[in-house]
Nanobody, 123 residues
């Protein structure tokens, strides 16, 4: 069983930066693929970024490519999402999720989810 806790959300002006953290319980986490997803009000949850356990496979949604960076510190059982050049359309609840397999972009393929952290970008 893996439990995930996100943090780092908040209110930021357009053009600003935030770093989200996803900290997990359980040593097995370091072998898991982790994905970040987001859900804006009235919208479906969408894929943002994913990273495999060894950092050898990373993939981003086109909407965040070049602005967001996903990375992990397995010694701390943590995965991070560095978000730069934020836009109002990045406003959403951000979730991290984990799966014991290779990277994937569809939320149904992830077994474990955090509770989410709110990111609000003002114009």
């Amino acid at each position: 069983q893996v439990q995930l806790v996100e943090s780092g959300g908040g209110l930021v002006q357009a053009g600003g930066s935030l770093r989200l953290s996803c900290v997990a319980s359980g040593r097995a986490f370091r072998r898991y693929t982790v994905g970040w997803f987001r859900q804006a009000p009235g919208e479906d949850r969408e894929f943002v970024a994913t990273i495999n356990w060894s950092d050898t496979s990373i993939y981003y949604a086109d909407s965040v490519k070049g602005r967001f960076t996903i990375f992990r510190d397995n010694a701390k059982n943590a995965v991070f999402l560095q978000m730069n050049s934020l836009k109002p359309e990045d406003t959403a609840i951000y979730y991290c999720a984990a799966r014991d397999a290779t990277i994937a972009t569809h939320e149904s393929l992830y077994n474990y989810w955090g509770q989410g952290t709110q990111v609000t970008v003002s114009s």
